[in-house]
């Protein structure tokens, strides 16, 4: 049976967070048996925003180490370094010249930081939807697993693939469609569960990184920000804390937010927090022992370049059909 095909990846602009093991990584992993999954580590993306290049080359190896820690298994899913095939670059040009203004001023990363009053951004930052259009298009992917922050920009892929298939009269790519979980698309900040748990906050209490001593972790849900109702119920609008907690347990247990109502009926606050805490820190200690030990076996470089050389014969293959039906080969 033909698998069909999926593509995905995190930008480490930072240390990757519980938000995006539960929003993107755990996904990867659960999708593997069934799709033929290509996963990659999306560095032209880190630098849309400035980056110490020591710092970043960290991160990277970091968020790496974590996918394979996370159960990402390249004998089943291609996993790369996005620099490492050059086309996603080359493909993203092309896409540009397709893409309206106007296109780019709806797309909401660069609208809020614009919103925020935010000065000396970067043109790469405004033109990075059409890089991740190129990510996707490249390998005629039917799927992409996304949180819903990221479902925009699948949509954005999808008119500039009909545009292009309409303009050349030929399906030259396939269609994408997003692929979203029922729970867990979005992840909170614990101390302000309006905000998106991100790995480029500024105050490290609300955010959960997969790296953090897990002790420290559950010193972090211990103090999460919740409510006077209380009462644990699933009301992201009365009880947003409580809620974002709910999503947590219920994600990384691998059952839905009901039976974590129910495992946890009648208790208090304290208790209900210390009940997720541990099933947090069980989480990261799993993954970081992990961690550990697939750095001691020092694999990392031959699984990227294994990847790369996978990635490549498709990219390659893609980029020179849409180079010789736009007519910029001889
Ligand atoms: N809090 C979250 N809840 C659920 N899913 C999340 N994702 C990120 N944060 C959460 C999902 O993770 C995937 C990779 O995201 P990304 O790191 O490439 O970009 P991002 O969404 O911009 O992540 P951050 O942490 O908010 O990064 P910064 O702070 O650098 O902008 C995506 O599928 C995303 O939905």
Do not use: W
Not at 38 to 43: D, E, G, M, P, T
Not at 112 to 129: F, R, S
Not at 289 to 299: E, F, G, L, T
């Amino acid at each position: 049976m033909i698998k069909k095909r999926m593509i995905s990846a995190i930008k480490p602009s930072g240390h990757l967070t519980l938000g995006n093991y539960i929003g993107a990584l755990a996904n990867f992993v659960k999708y593997q048996d069934d799709f033929e999954m290509i996963v990659f580590i999306a560095n032209l993306h880190t630098i849309t925003v400035p980056q110490e290049p020591d710092e970043l080359r960290s991160n990277l190896e970091e968020a790496a180490i974590l996918y394979l820690a996370a159960g990402l298994d390249p004998a089943k899913a291609t996993i790369f370094l996005q620099s490492d095939v050059h086309e996603h670059a080359q493909l993203g040009h092309i896409l540009q010249c397709f893409t309206y203004l106007g296109e780019l001023n709806r797309m909401t990363q660069y609208k809020d930081k614009v919103a925020k009053g935010e000065t000396n951004l970067g043109v790469g930052l405004y033109t990075y939807p059409t890089l991740m259009a190129a990510d996707i298009l490249l390998y005629d992917a039917q799927f992409v697993p996304v949180g819903i922050d990221q479902k925009q920009h699948v949509e954005l892929t999808r008119d500039l693939a009909e545009r292009i298939n309409n303009r050349f009269d030929k399906e030259l790519f396939v269609i994408p469609e997003p692929l979203l979980e029922e729970v867990g698309t979005k992840i909170y900040d614990l101390q302000d569960p309006s905000k998106k748990m991100s790995k480029s906050d500024v105050s490290d209490k609300g955010c959960i990184y997969l790296m953090d001593d897990p002790k420290k972790a559950r010193k972090k849900i211990m103090s999460a920000i919740t409510d006077s109702y209380d009462t644990i119920q699933y009301d992201p609008e009365k009880q947003p804390g409580i809620s974002n907690l709910l999503v947590i347990a219920a994600s990384l247990k691998k059952v839905s937010v009901d039976t974590i109502l129910m495992e946890t009926q009648g208790m208090r606050y304290g208790d209900f927090k210390k009940y997720v805490a541990s099933i947090v820190e069980e989480t990261l200690t799993d993954i970081q022992s992990r961690y550990q030990d697939i750095k001691a076996q020092n694999v990392l470089n031959e699984v990227l370049s294994e990847g790369a050389l996978k990635a490549r014969s498709i990219a390659s293959k893609k980029l020179k059909e849409v180079q010789s039906t736009i007519g910029i080969e001889l």
